[in-house]
């Protein structure tokens, strides 16, 4: 069993920035971050692979997040800038232990984070 632990949410103004931060307790084979708004299903932002560091992105946050890793602290973070309004949600953690995974789907991954709210004022 894996237990992630998500950090770093909170207020910002639009244009402004966050780095979110998920500490693991053990090593997996992706990481991953989704977010969910209000009424709305949960949705795929980015992940990296924990050796090579590969990442995959939503296209509506490309060129604005960055997902990176410390193979050392077992951590991955997600760097938000020029963050909009609409990126407002609950942001989660999660880690997969499989190879070749769907990287977008939550069903593909096998642990989760309780989650932190982000929250972009206009």
């Known amino acids: 069993q894996v237990q992630l632990v998500e950090s770093g949410g909170g207020l910002v103004q639009a244009g402004g920035s966050l780095r979110l931060s998920c500490a693991a307790s053990g090593r997996t084979y992706y990481m991953g971050w989704f977010r969910q708004a209000p009424g709305k299903e949960r949705e795929f932002v980015a992940a990296i692979r924990w050796s090579g560091g590969s990442t995959w992105y939503v296209d509506y946050v490309k060129g604005r997040f960055t997902i990176s890793r410390d193979n050392a602290k077992n951590t991955v973070y997600l760097q938000m800038n020029s963050l909009k309004p609409e990126d407002t949600a609950v942001y989660y953690c999660?880690?997969?232990?499989?190879?070749?995974?769907?990287?977008?789907?939550?069903?593909?991954?096998?642990?989760w984070g309780q989650g932190t709210q982000v929250t972009v004022s206009s």
């Open positions: 999660a880690a997969a232990k499989k190879i070749g995974i769907r990287i977008a789907i939550p069903v593909e991954y096998d642990y």
